[in-house]
């Protein structure tokens, strides 16, 4: 059974920082590309960052660039986005994606920037 699960969302003041992780399980998770995506109320879902299987390159949208990191560790089959100098824009639900042809979601993890 395909798992993907998120967590270290929250309520954080603008300019804070937080680190979001994704465990995946029930895929070869080494061998697949990941990314982050957020959707925020009445808006449509967006790519926030990619990370090939290796690591070895990534790819950021460019509202997130300069402030947010992808990264995995594939021996914990854990795919995390460090995010710094949030915005009250960065507010959304952020979900852990494993892209076709696999194309899992997990179940997302909130986060909210306000003072």
């Known amino acids: 059974q395909v798992q993907l699960v998120e967590s270290g969302g929250g309520l954080v003041q603008p300019g804070g920082s937080l680190r979001l992780s994704c465990v995946a399980s029930g895929f070869t998770f080494s061998s697949s590309v990941m990314t982050w995506y957020r959707q925020a109320p009445g808006k449509e879902r967006e790519l926030v960052a990619e990370?090939?299987?290796?690591?070895?390159?990534?790819y950021y949208g460019n509202s997130v660039k300069g402030r947010f990191t992808i990264s995995r560790d594939n021996a914990k089959n854990t795919v995390y986005l460090q995010m710094n100098s949030l915005k009250p824009d960065d507010t959304a639900v952020y979900y852990c994606?494993?892209?076709?042809?696999?194309?899992?979601w997990g179940q997302g993890t909130q986060v909210t920037v306000s003072s």
């Open positions: 990370i090939t299987s290796a690591g070895g390159f990534t």
């Open positions: 994606n494993a892209p076709p042809p696999l194309d899992y």
